[in-house]
C-alpha cells in the first residue's frame, strides 16, 4: 500500500533555501520522513528516484525496517510504496530497472551481509545471502550495478574490524537469482565504496573501490569485470570513503576530513582537488558525477554539532564551492549521506537530522533542480 507523505515538519525545516551561484538553482527539501534515517538513494533507468531510509529503534534484537520511497516527477514530491524488513543502507538499479539494496541485518537478527532485489521499483523485496556457505561472516559496505546487468558487493570477513579480509564479490543474474562469486580478496581493513564507470554493456564492466588496506587509504581497480585487479593508490592521507567515476573515465575520491583526489588516467597519477579546513564527515561520505561532468560530494562538517555539507564542482574538480549547507533550527546534527543525479541534471541528496530525540529523526531530501 502507497502512504503519500510532503515534507511539512514544522518551522524547524522550513528553511530558506542556500542559493549557489555553481547550481544556477536552489535546493529545496521536497521530502521529510519522519521518524526515519535516510541512508541511500538512487536515479532508476527510467528516471525516477527512490531512496531508503531506516527506522529510529535504538534495540539491539529489533525488530527494525527501512521505508523505501519514490519519486516519479524528478525529484519534487515522494510517497512511500514498500518496506524492506530490516536495516538496507546502499541501494544501486540494474540497466533493466532491477534495485538491490544490501545491509547486515534482517529484521531481527543483525551481523552478516544481506541483499535485497525489488524488481517492481521497491514496492516488493526478495532477500538473499551473498556469502552463503562461507565461514565468519561478511560484513557489507556498498554495493553497486554494472553496465552489465552484474552486481558488485564489497565487504570485510574475518569477524574483526582490524584483522579484517577485503572482499569483492560479483553476483551473475540467474533465472533463480544472484550467483555470487569471489573477484578480489586480500588482507586489509575493508573497502568503503565501489563505483562502476557508466558505459555500454557489451563492454566489460570498469570497477573502483576504495578503502582502506595496508594504507589507510586505498583504491583498487579492475577494467574486465573483477577478473583481474590493481592498487591504483596507496597512502597515509586518511581513511578512503567515497569513490566514483565518471563517463570520462575520470576517478574522484573522497575521505575522511574532506580530502577529494581526482585521476584522469586510471589511477597512474592522482591530484588533490578540494578539501575543507576543520572538516569531520564521520560516517561514509559520498562522491557522484552526473553526465554533464560535475561532481557533488557529500557529508558533514563538525563533531558535536553536525551541519549537512554538499560541495560541487562544475569543471571536473578544477574549483569548488559549498552548494548546500543546512542545520535546522532545533537540532544539533544535520548530515547528508546519500546522493543521486539523474539524466537530466536534477541531483537529490538524502541524510538524517536529529537532536537527541528518536521519535523527532527526521530523513530529509533535498533537490537541486537542473539547470
Same mark, same amino acid.
Given at each position: ?111 552478516h551481509a544481506l541483499v535485497w532485489c525489488s524488481l517492481d521499483q521497491g514496492a516488493t523485496w526478495t532477500a538473499s545471502n551473498p556469502w552463503a556457505g562461507q565461514p565468519a561472516a561478511l560484513i557489507s559496505m556498498d554495493l553497486v550495478a554494472g553496465n552489465s546487468g552484474a552486481v558488485y558487493l564489497c565487504g570485510w570477513v574475518n569477524g574483526t ?78 581513511? &578512503?570513503? #567515497? $569513490?566514483?567515476?565518471? +563517463?570520462? @573515465?575520470?576517478?574522484? /575520491?573522497? =575521505? ?6 581526482? %585521476? ?71 548530515? &547528508?549521506? #546519500? $546522493?543521486?543525479?539523474? +539524466?537530466? @541534471?536534477?541531483?537529490? /541528496?538524502? =541524510? ?6 528518536? %521519535? ?12
Open positions: 500500500m502507497k502512504t503519500n507523505h510532503t515534507c511539512t515538519i514544522g518551522a524547524a525545516l522550513l528553511l530558506m533555501p542556500f542559493a549557489s551561484a555553481f547550481a544556477q538553482s536552489a535546493w529545496e527539501t521536497v521530502d521529510a520522513l519522519t521518524p526515519w534515517r535516510g541512508r541511500a538513494i538512487v536515479a532508476d533507468p527510467a528516471g525516477d528516484f527512490i531512496s531508503l531510509a531506516i527506522d529510529n529503534s535504538t534495540s539491539s534484537s529489533g525488530p527494525v525496517s527501512t521505508a523505501v520511497s519514490l519519486s516519479s516527477d524528478t525529484g519534487l514530491t515522494w510517497e512511500t510504496v514498500g518496506s524492506i524488513p530490516g536495516y538496507a543502507l546502499k541501494l544501486t538499479a540494474a540497466p533493466d530497472g532491477t534495485l538491490y539494496a544490501s545491509g547486515n541485518r534482517s529484521a531481527t537478527v543483525s551481523g574490524y582490524s584483522g579484517g579480509r577485503w572482499i569483492v564479490r560479483k553476483g551473475q543474474p540467474t533465472p533463480t537469482g544472484l550467483s555470487w562469486t569471489t573477484v578480489d580478496s586480500f588482507v586489509g581493513t575493508q573497502p568503503n565504496s565501489i563505483a562502476v564507470r557508466p558505459g555500454p554493456s557489451s563492454q566489460s564492466d570498469y570497477l573502483v573501490v576504495c578503502g582502506q588496506a595496508k594504507s589507510p587509504w586505498t583504491v583498487r581497480r579492475s577494467a574486465d569485470g573483477g577478473a583481474t585487479w590493481a592498487t591504483v593508490d596507496a597512502n597515509p592521507l586518511g581513511t &578512503a570513503q #567515497g $569513490v566514483t567515476v565518471g +563517463a570520462n @573515465g575520470s576517478i574522484y /575520491v573522497i =575521505g575522511r576530513n574532506w580530502l577529494v583526489r581526482k %585521476s584522469v588516467n586510471g589511477g597512474a597519477t592522482w591530484a588533490n582537488v578540494d578539501s575543507v579546513a576543520n572538516a569531520q564527515p564521520a560516517y561514509g561520505p559520498s562522491i557522484k558525477t552526473d553526465l554533464f561532468g560535475r561532481v557533488f560530494a557529500i557529508g558533514w562538517i563538525g563533531t558535536t554539532t553536525r551541519t549537512w555539507l554538499v560541495r560541487g564542482s562544475g569543471d571536473g574538480g578544477a574549483t569548488w564551492i559549498t552548494a548546500d549547507s543546512f542545520l535546522p533550527t532545533g537540532y544539533t546534527s544535520a548530515q &547528508a549521506v #546519500g $546522493v543521486a543525479c539523474d +539524466a537530466l @541534471g536534477n541531483v537529490c /541528496v538524502v =541524510g538524517d537530522v536529529e537532536n537527541g530525540t528518536a %521519535s523527532a529523526d527526521v530523513a530529509p531530501i533535498r533537490r537541486l533542480a537542473a539547470p
